[in-house]
Structures are given as C-alpha cells and as structure tokens.
C-alpha cells in the first residue's frame, strides 16, 4: 500500500512539472530575434523625388452608381482577379462587387438579425485560396462567410471579444484585440495580438496592451495583411512586425529622425499627454502599404501626411518633393487605402472633392484636357467614390 502510495505522489508530481513546463514554454515569447529593418525618415539627408519620377502611371476607376450601391464612405477595397469588392461600414453599411472597370455586379449581405445577416460590418476579410469573404459582426461575436455572388455559405460564432482579425495563409487567424481584455482569453488576457488555429484555440498572444482609464490612444488598424503576409504594428514603439503561425518576425523600424516623438514610457502617460506631444512632433500612426518593391510609409504631423518611400532592393527611402505635371497626381495625398497588383498604391477620391477641384484642374493643365474630360465625364455629387491607382517606379534612383 504504502508503495502503491509513493508511485501515486511520484505521478502526482511528474504531472505538475509537465504542465508546469508546458506552460511556461507556452508563455515563452515567440518573438524571433533576427535583425529588423531600419526605414530612416530624414527631412534633412533624404532624397526628394517629384511625384512624375515617383509614379510610373496612374489609373482611375469610376464605381458605376445606382439605386442599388450608393457609396458614402468607402472603408475597406479588395481586388480580387477582375473584380474590386468595396465596403462602406458606415454610411450605407453595404458590401458591393464591381467588375475591374467599374461596373457594378452584385451586393453581399445585408443589415438584419437573422442567421444569415449582420448587425455591423466591423471588418470583411478574404479568405486565403478560395472565392469566400468573411465579415465580422463584432456585437454578435460572429463571424459570416459569403461566396463573392453573394450567396450566404454559413456562420461561427466567435468565444472571445476582437476588434478585427486578418486569415493567415495557413488558416490560422490573427486577432487585434486592443482593449477587450476578455477573460476568455486566459493567460493571454491583456495582449494585444493573438493568434488561433482554424477551431479558434488560441495558440500564442503578443504585445503587452497599453490600453488604460486613462490612456486610450491607439495606431490607425495595427493589423495588415498584403499579399501572403500578415503585419502587426506595435502601439507607440515604431515596430513592424510579419505575423506567422508560431512566432512573429521583426521586420521595419520607422526611424523619424526630424522633430521626432520623445523616448515614451506608456506605462505612465495619458492620451492627453500623447495629444500634446502631437501637436508639435512626428509620428507613425500605423498607415503603411506593403509593395513588391517599396514599403509606403504615411508620417502624421500636426499639420499633413507626408510620406515617405523605402526601396526593398536598394535599403533606401525617398521622399516627395511636391511638384508635378500631371493634374491626376493632385489626389496622391493623404492616406491611401489597398495595394494593387506588385506596386499599385489606392486612393479614395470623393466626387465632390473632384467637382471642387475641377475648374482649377482646367484652367492649370490645358494640355491634359482629353485626360480630364474623360475623369469628369458623367461625375455628379451624388456619384460613387473614385479610385485612384498609383503605380510606383521601380526603378526609382536610378
């Protein structure tokens, strides 16, 4: 009996060391040490292009407008082969297909309680290797899958809170969940990342959260996804960072050499405090695009965003001086919203911005009346949204 006993507590304790140690491994950070890239921005010692060397082309696409599609706000623009997918969460809450040249085909979902509805649109995602979208309903903790002619295909429900999610190529889902702070995320309560397998078990978590009472600041869409790749950027440290199915990858630091935001220590600062600093400093707000060959990078200042231009192959960033020929580079401003093909930037314009822009875009530019006509023709203020794209040269310096 009593040796009976003994190889009981030997178990007993065998057990505790396993779990012990599979925790810990478990909790072990899963950040890989390999070196990141610096993207220096300096006013000073980079090189300043025109938008006509920068750019190789630009396109625009007119979004066909009618009863059925009327656009207000455009959030989220997908290409996938011929067809672009727009999304508008907010004013007319809608998921619209169009044929690449703009003509409308069909709509996706729509506003309900029902099964195959959604209450919001938090986020729409492309599932990896198929013709599926999915759209988060956050306040539904669901989760709603579409084929792209809008046939409803089914539902998940989702076991934690998450402000969006992006699909690994694997399957596997990587989650932002900035300020939930969601007690069914266990041990990995209070980080910002997560990642889960295709059931939802959660795999690792990453990246303290910052969010408090009294600090409530947070980048613009920390989690990307462009092409195969999914990237997460940290709050207030400038990081980059490539998302994989068992670690994560460091990949860029944004280095603002000019008027730069100080050394910040978030663990004692207030979202008033950082709006301070803002008001006079530099800073990478989260707005990037990931190209074949450039890195675009947006630098929110108090009064613009300027951008800067990291060259993969050369390692080099440029800058934009400002000046150009071609009216059509006047909407290459602000922050631009999806990746095109290998070097396509995508910008929203608003038919009444271009409206407002018209009589000076002619009396400016008459050699690129043709040019313009064909921009304003049939544009009312009551049209769609206009798709700029941007094709950045790949030969850039030379």
Known sequence: ?????????????????????????????????????????????????????????VEFIKLETTEDNLIGQISQVFFIDSLIIVVDSENAKSISVFEINGKFKNTIGEIGNGPEEFVEISNVVIVPNSNLLTVLDRPQKKILYYSLDGTFVKYERQPFMLNYFEFLDSGHKAFNTISMFDYAYDRNRGKSLIVTDSTNEIIYGAFDDTYRDDFNYVINRPLRKYGQQVFFSTNLTDSIYIVQNDKIIPKYYIDIKNNSMPNLNDKGLTTDELYNFMDTRFFYNGDFIELEDFTFVNIATPWSYPFAVYHHEKQEVFLASGKFDNPLYSFFENAPIARYKKNGIVFIVSPYILIDFKKALYENNRNYKKILDELFKDVELDSNPILFIYYLNPNLGG
Request: proline share 0%.
């Open 1 to 57: 009996m009593k040796n009976n006993f003994k190889c009981l507590v030997v178990l007993c304790l065998l057990i505790i060391i396993i779990l012990f140690s599979c925790k810990k491994e478990t909790n072990k950070s899963r950040i890989s040490e390999t070196e990141i890239e610096n993207i220096t921005i300096d006013l000073d010692n980079n090189i300043q292009v025109a938008y006509d060397s920068l750019i190789e082309r």
